[in-house]
C-alpha cells in the first residue's frame, strides 16, 4: 500500500512539475504573484537548483553524475532501510520527482526551466521539482533524527514505544530462558527415575529369595 501511495505522490508531482515547465516556457510567463516576494519569470537555467553553478561546466557534469547516483541509492534504501518506514518513503518520493523532473529538463533540453522567481528573500528563479527536492529532503533528515521508533533520537510516543518494545523484548527473552531451564530438569528426573527403576527390582526380587 506505501508503495502505491509513494508511487502515486512521485507521478503526481512529476507530472506538475513537467506541465508548469511547459506552461511557462510556452507563455514566457512574466507576471507578479506575490508583491515583494513571488514573481513569475520564466529563465533557462544551466545551473542546478536556485540557479547555481550556472557557468562552471565541470561541475554541473559532476552534479549530473551525482544526481543518478542518488536517484539509483535513494531507490534502494527505498525498498531496503525504509522498506517499513512510511514517512521516509514518502519523503523519498518527493526527492525523486524532483530530481527526474529536472533530470529531464537537463538531458532533453540541455537546460532546466525555471519560472517561480523568489530572489526577493534570497534565493534565484526555480520550479517545482526543486521545492519537491528540498522539502524531501528536510523531511527524510526530520524523519531519520527524530519520526518513528527507529529514529535516531525518537521523540513522544515514538519514543514510549521504543522504551515499550525493549522491555518486551526482555521480558522474552527472560521467558524463553527460563522455559528452557524447566525442560532442561524435567528431563533430568526423567532419566533419574528411569536409571533408580532397576535397582528398586533387584531389591524386590531379593527380599522374595
Not at 527536492?133 to 529514529?151: H, Q, R, S
Request: proline share 1%; glycine share 8%; aromatic share 12%.
Amino acid at each position: 500500500m506505501v508503495v502505491a501511495v509513494s508511487a502515486l505522490i512521485m507521478l503526481a508531482m512529476l507530472f506538475i512539475d513537467l506541465i508548469t515547465k511547459a506552461w511557462a516556457a510556452a507563455a514566457d510567463v512574466y507576471m507578479t504573484v506575490i508583491p515583494g516576494f513571488m514573481n513569475f519569470r520564466y529563465v533557462k537555467n544551466e545551473g542546478i537548483s536556485f540557479g547555481m553553478f550556472q557557468d562552471n561546466s565541470t561541475a554541473m557534469l559532476i552534479i549530473t553524475i551525482f544526481t543518478v547516483v542518488m536517484m539509483a541509492v535513494l531507490a534502494v534504501l527505498f525498498f531496503t532501510v525504509f522498506r517499513e518506514n512510511r514517512h521516509a518513503r514518502i519523503a523519498i518520493a518527493f526527492i525523486e520527482a524532483g530530481a527526474i523532473g529536472n533530470f529531464i529538463d537537463r538531458i532533453y533540453f540541455g537546460y532546466v526551466r525555471d519560472f517561480v522567481d523568489i530572489s526577493s528573500i534570497g534565493f534565484g528563479v526555480c520550479n517545482i521539482a526543486d521545492f519537491c527536492i528540498t522539502f524531501g529532503a528536510v523531511a527524510l533528515v526530520i524523519i531519520v533524527l527524530f519520526v518513528g521508533k527507529d529514529a535516531v533520537f525518537p521523540l513522544g510516543k515514538y519514543r514510549r514505544q521504543k522504551e515499550t518494545d525493549k522491555t518486551a523484548e526482555l521480558f522474552a527473552g527472560d521467558g524463553t530462558g527460563d522455559g528452557a531451564n524447566a525442560a532442561d530438569c524435567a528431563q533430568a528426573d526423567r532419566a533419574d527415575g528411569a536409571a533408580e527403576q532397576p535397582q528398586g527390582k533387584d531389591r524386590s526380587d531379593g527380599a522374595d529369595e
